[in-house]
């Protein structure tokens, strides 16, 4: 596999996937998030940290089974509930959603709807 | 094994260690997926290693008719419920394990707990450490009782980096109130993200209920699995305390007019019109339990209200006094689970009011209902008279 690509979807704040994201339809539900309503669906998702619930692993991999997921998820710190979340989605249908860590200033530079391609090893590149 | 290994690639550890409990999430159905992971867990013949509690489901065992949603989602929630304790894990089902007289680690000892206000309060309250494990790794951690040794589990990461202060102008009769911590919780989250804050200005010895409605709403906000209260939480005796003698990044006010925002913010409805009350999230314990009661009293509630209280099962049958003069005023005491994670919920052509920013935090998304914040007295009062019934003077509203 050589990586994948997607739109850059830039959050304005952080989202946790439980309770943010409907994973049948891979809509943003958050009532609180600025961007309530946005489809995650195949996009790199970029925002600066995961939050809350320690369910969005689940709904990570239950929306790669229903193929809602976005593309892959880029943040400015490590969140080990997003990476278990895309281990599983692979353990168990062969795909996985690449959660990657940039430093703050790359991570502020994307702009929304930029086309990246996420590789293997974690390179993020504009496409 | 193999999750956990991986988990310790993703935070950069290069040992791990035992632990001695493990408070298990995945219990809740999100959809197939979390029955495709169970089941190769219980395929592969895997049980727990540990002691091991579970977190709430996606229904009432003990009394399943309160579900009002889909017969089968809730068919896949039961079922999913009982491959966890075929693993061996015990049938808890609540949020709060904590408030289990036997399922209370130590300060200091290494568990895996999953949840997200059970890890705020397992690290700030009871000084126990725990990492935030997500779903997934904590039946891994629990099964194999090995986690990496990495984050809140050192002693290093669990010193407060930020300092945030109550400002002058929050008066003392607000920062004694029960209502002020769920508030004061969103604006510690928004604050602090993940990082581990002291939060100074508090009056000493707050009591477990108020330090869990303020981790629980941290933990809605942000990513917060701990925070140190001067004088109250255990790694925090005094601010150097919970400095380890070291220099803050940054030393912040929270004034009242932040607060009222906060508060503001975790109300959605408009109007005065009420459908729903729910109260208990996370848990109520025993002492909630008891204070509710003491809060209606001899009164009712009103006949188009549907007022709810989730608790564990455990402290349910531990207060059949409490739990016998709530359900004699019509309120509706729900275990097992929660009623913003559940279709539970009769009506919502109206606000449902409650007295926790968690569940205010997420209803409006998960069950799509609006929703009126306020303090457990202005909740009790409302479900009474049957509209939203407000009493702004602690706030100092006009």
């Keep these: 596999m050589s990586g994948v690509s997607g739109r850059a979807l830039v959050l304005d704040e952080p989202l946790s996937l439980w309770g943010g994201m409907d994973p049948a339809t891979g ?24 939050r809350g619930s320690s369910s969005s692993a689940s709904v990570l991999a239950e929306a790669v089974r229903a193929r809602t997921a976005p593309a892959a998820i880029l943040l400015c710190e490590p969140d080990l509930i997003l990476a278990i979340g895309s281990a599983v989605a692979e353990e168990l249908y062969g795909v996985a959603v690449p959660i990657v860590v940039l430093p703050a200033d790359r991570l502020a530079a994307i702009r929304d709807g930029t086309a990246l391609l996420i590789g293997r090893d974690g390179s993020v590149k504009t496409a | ?60 065992l003990i009394h399943p008719e309160t579900y009002r949603g889909d017969p089968r989602t809730a068919e896949r929630g039961r079922l999913l419920m009982d491959r966890y304790r ?13 408030q289990l007289a036997d399922s209370r680690p ?34 891994a951690a629990a099964i194999t009782g090995r986690v990496p040794y990495a984050g809140l589990h050192r002693t290093d990461a669990r010193r407060a980096t930020i300092v945030l202060r109550l400002a002058p102008d929050v008066p003392d009769a607000l920062r004694d109130a029960d209502v002020l911590f769920p508030v004061l919780g969103i604006v ?69 007019a932040e607060l009222r925002v906060a508060r503001d913010q975790l109300s959605t409805a408009r109007g005065d019109r009420l459908a729903a009350v729910s109260l208990g999230t996370p848990h109520a314990s025993a002492a909630q339990l008891r204070g509710y009661a003491a809060l209606i009293g001899e009164r009712r509630v009103h006949p ?3 007022c709810l209280i989730s608790t564990g099962r455990d402290v349910l049958v531990s207060q059949p006094q409490a739990a016998g003069r709530l359900r004699d005023a019509g309120v509706e005491l729900l275990v097992d689970t929660c009623s913003y994670i559940a279709p539970i919920l009769r009506r919502t052509d109206g606000a449902a009011m409650t007295d926790s920013a968690k569940w205010a935090h997420y209803a409006p998304g998960n069950v799509g209902v609006d929703v009126a914040f306020g303090s457990a007295r202005e909740c009790i009062d409302s479900a009474v008279s049957g509209r939203v ?10």
């Design chain 2, 188 to 256: 510690l989250g928004r604050r602090a993200g993940s990082a581990v804050a002291a939060i100074d200005g508090l009056a000493r010895g707050q009591s477990e209920d108020r330090l869990k409605a303020l981790g629980a709403a941290a933990a809605s906000s942000g990513s917060v699995a701990m925070f140190h209260v001067v004088g109250s939480t255990p790694e925090a005796p005094t601010l150097e305390d919970a400095l380890h003698s070291g220099q803050p990044n940054a030393v912040e006010d929270i004034g009242l």
């Design chain 2, 86 to 98: 075929a693993l061996g894990a015990r049938p808890t089902f609540t949020c709060a394990p904590y």
């Design chain 1, 27 to 50: 809509e943003l539900i958050d009532a609180h998030h600025p961007q309530r309503g946005a489809r995650l669906t195949g996009r790199v998702v970029v925002m600066p940290s995961g």
């Design chain 2, 1 to 60: 094994m193999r999750l956990v290994l991986r988990a310790a690639e993703a935070t950069g550890a290069t040992e791990l260690i035992d632990v001695s409990g493990a408070h298990v999430d995945s219990c809740l159905y999100h959809g197939e997926a979390s029955l495709d992971f169970v089941d190769r867990l219980v395929d592969g013949g895997a049980r727990v290693g540990i002691p091991t509690t579970l977190n709430v489901g996606a229904v009432d």
């Design chain 2, 304 to 306: 188009d209200v549907h």
């Design chain 2, 389 to 398: 019934v407000r009493d702004g003077s602690l706030w100092g509203d006009a």
């Design chain 2, 106 to 139: 130590s300060l200091g000892e290494q568990v895996a707990w999953g949840e997200s206000n059970a890890i705020a309060f397992c690290n700030s309250v009871l000084g126990a450490r725990t990492n935030r494990y997500g779903d997934f790794l904590d039946i």
